[in-house]
C-alpha cells in the first residue's frame, strides 16, 4: 500500500513526516512507482532552488526565484510531473537546512499542493496518486511563507 493508504483511515493525507532518514528501503516498501528524493541543505537562495527543480524535474523556470510572483508558473511545470504514476517526493534536510532551505522546501511542498488542486479541479484523467514526506520533521503543520504577509498551512502526518 501506499502512505496514504497506512495511515489509520485518513486515505486523503498527502503530507508526512517522519523523526528520522527514511532508508532506501522505506521509500521502496511505500508502494510508490516513482521516487524523487530532494535535500534542501544546499538551498541557499531561492534562484538556486529553481535550478536544482527545472534540473530535476525536466522543466525550464525562465531564471525566475522561487517567490510568490512565479508560484503559477511553477504550478503549471509540476502538472506533467504529477501525472502519470504515482510519486513519492521524500525532503530531505529540514531539521539542518538554513532558514532559505526550509523555505524553499516549504513553498516546492505548497507549489505540488495547489498544482495536484488544479489538475484535479479540471478532471486531469492522467493525475497521480502524489505524496510528499518531511525527513526529520516532526511538526503537525507546515507554514509556508511567500512573503508580503503571504502564509498557507498544509497539516502534516506522521508516517511512523
Known sequence: PGLAECVDGQDDS????????LTTANIYDSGFCRAMVLNCTDWTDFG????DLSWRCGFDHGGEPLEYGSREAVMRMLTPI??????????????????VGR??????????SASWNAADGETNPELA????????????????????????????VPYF
Do not use: Y
Not at 82 to 99: F, K, N, P
Not at 129 to 155: A, F, K, R, Y
Open 14 to 21: 498527502w503530507l508526512f513526516c517522519c523523526p528520522n532518514t
Open 82 to 99: 504529477l501525472c502519470g504514476s504515482d510519486l513519492l517526493v521524500v525532503i530531505q534536510g529540514m531539521e539542518t537546512a538554513r532558514h
Open 48 to 51: 538556486m532552488v529553481m535550478e
Open 103 to 112: 523555505c524553499c522546501a516549504s513553498r516546492f511542498v505548497d507549489c505540488i
Open 129 to 156: 496518486g502524489v505524496s510528499v514526506v518531511l525527513e526529520c520533521w516532526e511538526g503537525d503543520t507546515l507554514t509556508v511563507d511567500w512573503g508580503n504577509s503571504i502564509q498557507m498551512e498544509h497539516p502534516v
